[in-house]
């Protein structure tokens, strides 16, 4: 499975996901460390298992193990965190908030790549997830860390492009299965 084959695969009426999956990748300002963890990140929290597939094929080309690992590891430990602070942050009982959220988190610490990167790949997986309260705490992280606000965007560009194209092919399928 390729980024090709996706391309292949959306109908007409995605003819801008065509164009945009493989240039927002390659043309931005991200490092094409943080751009395919980005992918990595996204594809994994659109839960799509064929766009997964073409993109984490395609990144191990750019990506080693252990940086893989780590987008991998933000898109899991964002699958927790975006669910729960975004119902503490969407509860009108402001006590949650003052509570511990009592959650391991210690990929954080040591992700096994860069921690601008692995923030920027968290900051992928809130945008997709939709977590406000996660967008907000990654993007200071990596601003606060040298990234510039070029950088957040391209992320966010790529985490869109990648979960609307996830959003098509589950449809198409649904459609085809319907």
Partial sequence: MSIDALKSRLPDYAKDLRLNIGSVITTSS?????????????AIASRNAEVTAAIVAEAKAHLDEAVLTAAKAA?????MNNIYYRFVHLSSNEEYGK??????????????????????WSLAASAVNGCGMCIDAHEREVLAKGATKENVQDTVRIAAVVHAVATVLDAEDALAAG
Avoid: C, H, Y
């Fill in 30 to 42: 991200l490092s094409p460390q943080q751009a395919w963890g980005t992918a990595v990140a996204a």
């Fill in 99 to 120: 509570m511990p959220a009592k959650l391991r988190m210690n990929i954080i610490a040591n992700p096994g790549a860069p921690k601008v990167d692995f923030e920027l």
């Fill in 75 to 79: 898109a899991a430990i964002m699958g």
